[in-house]
């Protein structure tokens, strides 16, 4: 009996065509769900940022004045807690895919500690400012500042929330190396999130 | 160099230029060359936290865009709007009115 051999010009190749380069095609981060609530962030801050500007083109005099009004010390320690706070749960992710939990565990606990510095930062900022007579009657910068930097808080606490639930997520043991596209997704939202105060900290006391 | 010691001096770096950029506020200086320097640290630290936090490179083109588009386009905002004030006031007032 005689077994019939295809030529080896018609045999299919054994190695399946390569996969895209993924500069090319990438990967969505976290999840689709999340992407969308971030562009949404964003587009909300786009609106903000744009009535910021055109209110500092007509009143240059209160946005020259108005960063020496504010407490810069406050300002640029905003900046550093959020960055380290970015920056563990950066280092979480990485643990997580080293397959060293705890290590994930205990980056997510030092983030949480940094991101409620932001809070604790602003009870003492505002302290400060109604001492000084900045509440919402004191010019249009001042309201310009509570307007964006108060929406920037209300999206801060939001990421704490998901900050303590993906750390409780953790403890279940519920992400693994392979699967952990909830701690990533909330990743993401703290970086936009972060990335956020990193252009409006300039705007308010630096540039005014 | 391995990716923990990249994320280490991604935010070595960011510090940094947080508070070396926060020297610029505390200066007698105002005008064009100081948002042109502000607009720079600005977009120096968010291509950092993108590029290495975010992992962007990695990320889906559309996605990769839209947040670049962020990353570029407020520091250039800041540019032009200081170097372009009155002509957005007056625009700006034209609409409102």
């Known amino acids: 009996m005689s077994i019939a051999v295809p030529a080896p010009s018609t045999i299919a190749p054994a190695v399946p065509p390569a996969a895209p380069a993924p500069a090319a095609t990438g990967r969505i981060p976290g999840s689709k769900a999340m992407w969308v609530g971030i562009f949404c962030e964003l587009t909300e801050f786009a609106l903000l940022f744009a009535v910021f500007f055109v209110a500092r083109a007509h009143h240059p005099e209160a946005f020259s004045a108005g960063p020496s009004r504010l407490s810069l010390l406050a300002g640029t320690g905003y900046t550093l807690m959020l960055l380290t706070s970015g920056w563990c749960v950066a280092r979480a992710v990485h643990a997580m895919r080293s397959g060293k939990r705890s290590h994930c565990m205990r980056w997510l606990v030092g983030a949480l500690v940094f991101g409620l510095g932001y809070p604790a930062i602003k009870v003492f900022e505002l302290q400060r400012n109604f001492a000084h007579g900045l509440d919402g009657s004191a010019g249009v910068f001042i309201v310009s500042y509570y307007y964006l930097t108060f929406t920037h808080l209300v999206h801060v606490f939001w990421g704490l929330l998901g900050m303590l639930w993906v750390m409780a997520r953790t403890g279940l043991g519920a992400y693994t190396p392979e699967d952990h596209g909830g701690l990533e997704a909330f990743a993401c939202y703290w970086h936009v999130t972060d990335m956020l105060w990193l252009m409006i900290f300039p705007l308010f006391y630096l540039l005014g | ?97």
Do not use: Q
């Not at chain 2, 991604?10 to 200066?27: K, N």
């Not at chain 2, 559309?62 to 990353?71: D, H, N, W």
């Open chain 2, 1 to 97: 160099m391995n990716a923990e010691r990249k994320l280490d001096l991604a935010w070595v770096a960011l510090v940094l230029l947080s508070i070396g950029g926060a020297r610029l506020g505390s200066g007698d200086d105002d005008g064009f060359a100081i948002a042109v320097l502000v607009a720079l640290v600005m977009a120096v630290k968010l291509l950092i936290v993108s590029r290495y936090f975010l992992e962007l490179h990695e990320a889906h083109p559309r996605i990769r865009k839209a947040v670049y588009l962020f990353c570029y386009g407020m520091p250039i905002l800041v540019i032009l709007t200081t170097g372009f004030r009155e002509p957005l006031a007056r625009l700006t007032g034209a609409a409102l009115i």
